[in-house]
């Protein structure tokens, strides 16, 4: 049996080295544990960046990837199965869609969004207006519409038809709108840019917005849709409806999937050879999209999520009481979770976070600002007290 050591070596030897990695490999997991392979235990509040929704090797999303797999895994967007459309039924169900574009990651579900605006819209209009500190993935398209300009570096020329407006200021957002404008992109809670929530006036404002020029509204809910939030979109807690999302983490808890999401009126003008994607909306995803939607919608879980996300930045307010040269407080929505930093709190948030890492507890540091926390849905209270002991261990030596 390789241990971290080797494997780490392996994988440094043969792997593009676009990730800053941890020592350890991770070898199995369950529920919100992980294992390496030297056989270190970690309690994951990471879930993967906030995709096992349920889990590690949920039993009964297991079950059915391995029984998907044993029937069909793959026949391509030419015919029709039964998974996909039972996935995109559920997702209609419980959202303000009507149609379901699938592909396989996030990025690939914006480039959906940003594509089908563009051919929606009257010709010549094509500019979408993105906030600035948003992220929207990595490709050339996601990664012009993110409003970070160290994403850029090194990659320009950047596509054309992006802009960022100041985040919180609709009237510097509607001065960006002109007669190539085709729509507004934002999340209605920033994940990466440190879990940063955009109050509900704001949203209404933006699609007030949206309405007066006639404009579509896209809300990224890569990383706040399916359940993590505490409802199944964070949309409504907010008020405000788009007319395309844009979904994909914990979809199939795990399983690579991506959606696109609208009105029917709109995904009209996807017609066959306009978009595709080879993969999207494979069975063996859905079926996993499915059992994991199905669990996510049982009566009670998202009332739970809103229940530990309330205690869980209850006891970081009490961290930022006991810590106040590190911590200012906590936000969030539901089980996204953030410790908001002071200036030698964020001069400490890596140190933390690998020590926290060193004693088996897995974060991250996001948006140069805050200590993240996504866990898995099904995280229980007792395993919240446990992180945030360890925690304030971490920062009790950090402070001294
Ligand atoms: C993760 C994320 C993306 C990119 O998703 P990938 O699957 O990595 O392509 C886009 N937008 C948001 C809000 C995300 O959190």
Redo the contacts with the bound molecule.
């Keep these: 049996m390789s241990n971290n050591t080797e494997l780490k070596k392996r994988g440094d030897a043969v792997i593009v080295g676009s990730y800053a990695r941890y020592p350890a490999a991770m070898v199995s997991g369950l529920g919100c544990k992980l294992t390496d392979a030297d056989g270190k235990e970690y309690l994951d509040f990471l879930a993967g ?2 995709v096992c929704a349920l889990g590690h090797c949920h039993p009964q999303v297991s079950e059915t990837i391995c029984r998907q797999a044993q029937k069909l895994v793959h026949v391509s967007n030419l015919y029709y199965t039964e998974p996909q459309i039972e996935l995109a039924e559920l997702i209609c169900q419980h959202s303000f869609a009507e149609k379901v574009f699938f592909c396989n ?4 579900a ?1 480039e959906a969004a940003i594509k089908l605006a563009r051919i929606y819209s009257p010709q010549g209009r094509y500019k979408i207006i993105s906030l600035a500190g948003s ?4 490709t050339l398209a ?1 990664v012009a519409a993110t409003g970070q300009p160290k994403f850029h570096e090194g990659f320009e020329p950047m596509p054309g038809g992006f802009c960022y407006a100041p985040f919180g200021d609709l009237e510097a957002l509607e001065a960006m709108v002109d007669e190539t404008t085709c729509a507004i992109l934002c ?1 209605p809670l920033q ?2 840019g440190g879990v940063r929530p955009l109050v509900k006036e704001y949203l209404a404002g933006i699609r007030a917005l949206c309405d007066k020029h006639g404009l579509l509204l896209i809300f ?1 809910e ?3 849709g399916m359940g993590r939030t505490g409802t199944l979109f964070a949309y409504e807690q907010l008020g405000v409806e788009p007319d395309i999302m ?1 979904m ?2 914990a979809i199939g808890n795990g399983m690579p999937i ?1 959606a696109m999401v609208t009105k029917s009126e709109i995904a009209a003008a996807f017609v066959p050879g306009t978009h595709a994607s080879t993969f999207g909306g494979n069975p063996v995803a859905t079926a996993a999209g499915v059992t994991t939607m199905n669990i996510i919608l049982e009566d009670g879980f998202l009332h739970d999520v809103l229940d530990k996300g309330v205690y869980f930045r209850d006891l970081l307010v009490g961290l930022a009481k006991k810590f106040p040269a590190l911590v200012t407080g906590s936000r969030g929505m539901g089980l996204i979770v953030a410790a908001v930093l002071t200036e030698k709190g964020i001069s400490h948030g890596t140190a933390i976070v690998n020590a926290m890492f060193e004693r088996g507890y897995l974060m991250n540091f996001a948006g140069n600002s805050v200590l993240r926390f996504v866990p898995p849905l099904i995280v229980t209270k007792a395993e919240i007290d446990e992180f945030v002991t360890v925690l304030a261990e971490v920062m009790a030596e950090i402070d001294s």
């Design positions: 960046i906030a990651s996030g990025a690939e914006n992220f929207h993935g990595r996601t999340e994940g990466e990224d890569i990383q706040t844009s994909a983490k991506g």
